[in-house]
């Protein structure tokens, strides 16, 4: 293949030529981009000020097709940019009628929408509403967490949570199934204190029903680990025929994790280590294993010595 060799003169012509045609094209999609068009896509609806004494059900689906009117640069970039799909629909008319025209509503949508892009068209035009008995009731708060500790510290006590009970309201056929409202998921890391925080509670699914509040103050508290270890006395359970029976040893020293804060106040009556005599008599096991069947909250076991007793039975 023939290689063209470009003199200097023809080499800087080649450039002009090429960098010419780059800032032509540049400036062909920069007009274009700049060009105002119509253009749609799907957003979410989100209600507000939903009546207080009917309870309702959207008939359609919670996603609308919109037709937005913006510049070429707001087209491409509606492709990913997700943040601002939601249409916020004003519900204060269903006191009184059982659907709301949205066209209505285009210059309250277009106000609270952050971008210069117009709304121009939904579709559908119309939302139409079922209406049931309305019911409140109060159901207890269920935290929802997921807490990393720094070593030796974790949750020493029960978590509390204020209120402990939240009221929801909505159609009584949904109302009546809710047995306890979550809260948002409280994600900590590397905690080795006290833990205060407010969090907020689960958005509900439906529009048709409320919460009230709509956080709740949470206190857990947190407390440094340490090991202690005492000798169980070992209950006998399944002696249904009543023998007399021989256990060696009669104790067995339990080793587990206490907080700092009641490791002076742990002692064996909070405790209950057993065996089993029906592993024998039905199974026919030579050594019974221990189970520690009750110990304090947020105490865990770290080990039993020895894990398994001899016996002897006297008939």
């Known amino acids: 293949m023939a290689i063209v060799k470009l003199s200097t003169t023809e080499r800087r012509r080649a450039s002009a030529f090429v960098t010419c045609l780059g800032l032509a094209l540049f400036a062909w999609v920069a007009t274009v981009l700049s060009s105002s068009y119509n253009y749609k896509v799907k957003e979410i609806l989100i209600f507000k000020n939903a009546p207080q004494k009917r309870a309702f059900h959207s008939l359609q689906s919670d996603t609308v097709l919109v037709t937005v009117k ?38 309250a949508i277009n106000a609270e929408k952050a971008v210069d892009n117009v709304i121009t068209a939904i579709t559908p035009d119309t939302l139409y509403f079922d209406f049931t008995n309305r019911s409140v009731r109060r159901v ?111 104790k067995v020293n339990v080793t587990f994790t206490t907080a700092l804060s009641s490791f002076a106040d742990i002692n064996e009556t909070l405790f209950e280590a057993q065996a089993d005599l029906n592993l024998w008599r039905v199974y026919g096991y030579n050594t019974l294993p221990v189970k520690i069947t009750r110990l304090p909250a947020f105490c865990k076991v770290v080990n039993i010595e020895p894990q398994n007793i001899d016996f002897i039975v006297k008939k």
């Not at 640069?73 to 059982?98: F, H, P, T």
């Not at 205060?196 to 956080?215: D, H, M, R, W």
């Open 70 to 107: 913006g510049s070429g640069w707001q087209m491409l970039l509606s492709k990913i940019n997700e943040q601002n799909r939601v249409i916020k629909v004003d519900l204060s008319k269903l006191d009184s009628e059982a659907y709301v025209v949205l066209s209505t509503q285009l210059a």
């Open 140 to 250: 207890p708060v269920q935290l929802v967490k997921s807490i990393r500790y720094q070593q030796q510290f974790a949750q020493s006590g029960n978590a509390v949570i204020k209120p402990a009970y939240v009221t929801i309201s909505g159609p009584s056929n949904r109302i009546d199934k809710i047995k306890y409202w979550r809260t948002d998921s409280l994600s900590l890391k590397n905690i080795g204190e006290n833990i205060s925080t407010q969090v907020n509670l689960e958005a509900s699914e439906e529009g048709n029903i409320s919460i009230y509040p709509k956080t709740v103050q949470v206190n857990i508290p947190v407390d440094e680990f340490t090991e202690k270890t005492l000798a169980l006395p070992v209950k006998l359970i399944g002696n249904i025929d009543f023998f007399n029976v021989k256990l060696f040893p009669q």
